[in-house]
């Protein structure tokens, strides 16, 4: 409301008052919640600590929220897997009951097949490369292909290069991955790319591994660097190999159903609140990586992978592009690695 508003109102009953207030709220949107309003709580779940850049991002997003809405939107977080396991908060999502989560291509090609070429192995240059292609035309592709199973991807973590972790040996080449129980993400692609190298692949939830890896269960794992030091796995696996398989993200998702109640305003904050996030966390994630590693060189033993033995591993993997082409589909995986592995 504005001045002469506020004059107008007097010798108005409070009622008449009210409305007219509640009126001129409405025109500008959320700037100005309605009298009496109670914030819109949304519920952001997720797996990882509260210690992690992830969750900071997180946050970042949330304060934004609140900052651009007047606080009408309270963003609620969840993490350390308290909502459940991720394919029960990805279905939460689908069906409306958690607004906000996030996970790797791996859990989202449980819905959507084409979501394998990320985790397929090697195929992922940079994390520049990976960003351009998320958004551009890649990431316009992969929104397509989520919303017609109920997620509406609206942004991305980066988590950079996973690498093999395990509590038996140094990997320097193929051969020393032959027999390892290697604990990987319930992905088709992840357990034939190991398989392929020789280990016994593993299907486990996170929250799960490190018990897992104490009582001998398994004898390793892969991970990006930063979530080895968070969750303090190097406490039960101590040879950490920079094999860098692949180059992994997290995606952010709600579902097109919750999305569609939000008004074309608030849909547009909270899109800029993500793209402020993600400009942070895409620019704090590689220094945490080298934080992590930091930390690693102290507490464990890291070992370099040569090029001339990661040529080695790229070679034993080939079969696995090649046999997943089909269900991938070859058009779009010839494109993404056009994207993602060009000049």
Not at 29 to 43: D, E, N, T, W
Not at 299 to 314: G, M, Q, R, S, Y
């Amino acid at each position: 409301m504005n001045r002469k508003d506020i004059h107008r109102t007097k010798g108005l009953n409070r009622r008449d008052a009210l409305k007219l207030a509640a009126a001129a709220a409405g025109t500008v949107g959320l700037a100005m919640p309605a009298i009496g309003q109670s914030p819109v709580r949304l519920r952001f779940g997720h797996m990882v600590p509260a210690n992690t850049v992830y969750h900071q991002a997180i946050q970042r997003f949330g304060d934004e929220l609140a900052a651009l809405s007047s606080n009408k939107f309270r963003l609620q977080i969840f993490p350390s897997s308290q909502l459940g396991p991720i394919s029960e908060m990805l279905q939460s999502v689908q069906a409306g009951s958690l607004d906000f989560s996030m996970a790797v291509p791996a859990w989202y090609s449980n819905f959507v097949k084409p979501m394998d070429v990320f985790t397929l192995p090697y195929m992922i240059d940079s994390p520049v490369k990976l960003r351009t292609a998320l958004e551009g035309e890649i990431g316009a592709d992969i929104s397509k292909m989520t919303e017609a199973v109920g997620l509406k991807v609206f942004g991305y973590w980066l988590l950079g290069p996973r690498h093999i972790v395990n509590r038996v040996r140094p990997v320097q080449k193929p051969a020393d991955t032959v027999g390892l129980k290697l604990r990987v993400i319930n992905s088709e692609v992840y357990m034939a790319a190991f398989k392929a190298l020789g280990a016994s692949p593993v299907a486990m939830d996170p929250s799960e591994l490190y018990l897992a890896l104490q009582q001998g269960v398994v004898d390793g794992f892969e991970y990006p660097l930063p979530d080895v030091v968070d969750q303090k796995m190097y406490e039960v696996a101590q040879y950490v190999s920079l094999d860098a398989h692949t180059m992994d993200f997290f995606l952010n998702a709600t579902s097109p159903a919750t999305w569609k109640k939000f008004a074309p305003e608030e849909q547009a904050m909270i899109n800029q609140a993500m793209k402020k996030a993600m400009d942070w966390q895409w620019d704090a994630q590689p220094k945490d990586i080298e934080r992590a590693r930091a930390t690693l060189e102290k507490v464990a033993k890291v070992n370099v992978i040569t090029p001339e033995n990661k040529a080695l591993f790229v070679k034993a993997t080939e079969q696995v592009h090649t046999q997943f082409e089909g269900k991938i589909g070859k058009a779009w995986l010839d494109k993404c690695s056009t994207a993602l592995k060009g000049a």
